[in-house]
């Protein structure tokens, strides 16, 4: 390094982040990890939203639904710092991590109220699958995992999560309901309310900022589309939702889930009871074995591959791979990832995983685990911000739902449609979580057609012996019901 390129106080991390050494400078690497806290800082507005109402209960009045989103929004931020700081400073890569939106979505809208399965159960198995994958990583087991389920059900998977992400922000928002077939535009067929013109704004204004490639452009439609609402709601007295008479006055065109309206200060004292809210055990409990077992392994999943994707995509966009398209300190990457599981289940949060928008920072220079010190500095200063957190309403963050759907949805074009041994799993993958609003079908429903097919084309052999199993569990889960009819089993 040049003598006098950075004052002396900075010598000594730039030798422990080894910032020249990969060709970067201190510059770059903050200007890196300021870039992509507000690339992925929407996670703090997403994760109480989809997170929220599972914490508090489905009783919650009000009050407690805008407290249980606070003590969400503060404990995402100090989870994710603390993740995103160890990422930087034990495997020195320029990843950042946060609640994972695929994972936070499975929590709340499939596992929670499930055979009476509680939000402290859900974090319970987040914590268990985080430890699996751990041990699965210190064993060096976790790659053989990975080439077990075919590249094209992986892909499926992401893609499938995404349409299922979308979804919920469709309905979230009210644009899609239930009416008087399954699922209808807005009410009664057509689009009514202010509310879901702030929806609309929201997603064209974002649509609008990605498609000029506007860093931040999720967040910047976030924050606008909330400073509408703000406004809109402050003129109009729009009240919140509400389509049951027997919780008071009908209110189909009001504001969901939060009234866009600050009644106190934006900072506060953080409420962070939400830490060690689990149950390690008691979904055994609730489910059963076998039950369990196809939920953790779920988890299991949408981590474990999106992750290893993830780590690669980061480090050819900086350069960092090697010959054989490994990322430097490659088990050290994969162990705080599976630790950021394990402390988001401990937080109540939802598992924490990496995020591929660390892809803009390292497109702005970062190369290094300085970057994260900084994106990491910023979650953690975002904990006082949870009031401002609790007044966004569904209209003016699901929009960002649409989005990243889209962005995860882009994934399709890897899978080989033309052939349909390949095909028809992804696709029964890929309906099967919108359609039945579940993740964890849509997975068995892609494993169990993908053994079929095989089977039917005289290729059982070819088949992984975990595949075999994991199908097998599922349609035992699947069946569940008659076959305890049939045993007499309550």
Same mark, same amino acid.
């Given at each position: 390094m040049p003598q006098g390129s950075h004052t002396p106080l900075l010598h000594p991390l730039d030798r422990f982040f080894h910032v020249t050494e990969r060709g970067s400078s201190i510059d770059r690497e903050v200007r890196g990890g300021l870039v992509t806290f507000f690339t992925m800082s929407y996670i703090l507005v997403l994760n109480p939203i989809i997170?929220?109402?599972?914490?508090?209960?489905?009783?919650?009045?009000?009050?407690?639904?805008?407290?249980a989103k606070a003590q969400i929004a503060a404990a995402t931020a100090l989870i994710a710092g603390v993740m995103t700081l160890l990422m930087g400073v034990v495997a020195n890569y320029p990843l950042a991590m946060a609640a994972g939106l695929g994972i936070n979505a499975m929590v709340?809208?499939?596992?929670?109220?499930?055979?009476?399965?509680?939000?402290?159960?859900?974090?319970?198995?987040?914590?268990?699958?985080?430890?699996?994958?751990?041990?699965?990583?210190?064993t060096g087991f976790r790659e053989a995992v990975f080439r077990a389920v075919p590249v094209h059900l992986r892909t499926a998977i992401s893609v499938g999560i995404g349409l299922f992400i979308a979804l919920i922000g469709l309905v979230d928002a009210k644009v899609v309901r239930a009416g008087g077939?399954?699922?209808?535009?807005?009410?009664?067929?057509?689009?009514? %309310?202010?509310? !879901?013109?702030?929806?609309?704004? =929201?997603?064209?204004?974002?649509?609008?900022?990605?498609?000029? /490639?506007v860093r931040g452009s999720i967040l910047i439609g976030i924050v606008t589309s909330t400073v509408l609402a703000v406004v809109i709601e402050a003129v109009l007295h729009l009240g919140a939702f509400n389509d049951?008479?027997?919780?008071?006055?009908?209110?189909?065109?009001?504001?969901?889930?939060?009234?866009?309206?600050?009644?106190?200060?934006p900072v506060a004292v953080p409420d962070l009871s939400s830490l060690g809210h689990f149950s390690l055990l008691g979904s055994f409990e609730r489910m059963g074995t076998v039950s369990v077992v196809l939920l953790v392994f779920s988890l299991m999943l949408a981590?474990?591959?999106?992750?290893? %994707?993830?780590? !690669?995509?980061?480090?050819?966009? =900086?350069?960092?791979?090697?010959?054989?398209?490994?990322?430097? /300190?490659?088990r050290e990457i994969l162990v705080v990832d599976s630790v950021g599981a394990i402390a988001g289940g401990l937080g109540g949060v939802s598992s924490n995983t990496s995020y591929v928008e660390s892809a803009a920072g390292v497109g702005e220079g970062a190369r290094t685990g300085l970057a994260n010190v900084v994106t990491g500095a910023l979650f953690l200063l975002s904990v006082f911000l949870s009031p401002v957190v609790a007044m966004v309403p569904y209209e003016a963050a699901t929009p960002a739902l649409v989005i990243v759907g889209f962005l995860m949805m882009t994934q399709v074009a890897e899978i080989d449609w033309k052939?349909?041994?390949?095909?028809?799993?992804?696709?029964m993958t890929i309906i099967m979580m919108p359609f039945?609003?579940?993740?964890?079908?849509?997975?068995?429903?892609?494993?169990v057609t993908y053994v079929v097919v095989q089977v039917s084309r005289g290729k059982a052999r070819s088949v992984h012996p975990l595949m075999w199993f994991t199908a097998a569990l599922f349609v035992v889960y699947f069946t569940l019901t008659p076959i305890k009819e049939i045993l007499g089993v309550s």
């Open positions: 997170l929220g109402s599972a914490f508090a209960g489905p009783d919650a009045g009000a009050g407690d639904l805008d407290a709340a809208y499939t596992i929670v109220g499930t055979n009476g399965m509680t939000f402290a159960d859900a974090m319970g198995l987040i914590v268990i699958e985080g430890v699996i994958i751990l041990v699965l990583v210190l077939t399954p699922l209808e535009l807005g009410l009664g067929g057509s689009l009514q %309310g202010w509310p !879901v013109l702030v929806f609309l704004f =929201g997603l064209f204004f974002t649509i609008v900022l990605y498609i000029r /490639r049951d008479a027997s919780r008071g006055t009908l209110n189909p065109t009001g504001w969901a889930l939060s009234v866009p309206a600050l009644s106190d200060s981590d474990f591959f999106d992750t290893m %994707g993830t780590m !690669v995509a980061i480090g050819a966009e =900086g350069d960092l791979l090697d010959e054989d398209g490994n990322p430097p /300190r490659t052939r349909p041994e390949l095909g028809v799993p992804a696709f039945s609003y579940s993740i964890t079908n849509g997975i068995g429903a892609g494993f």
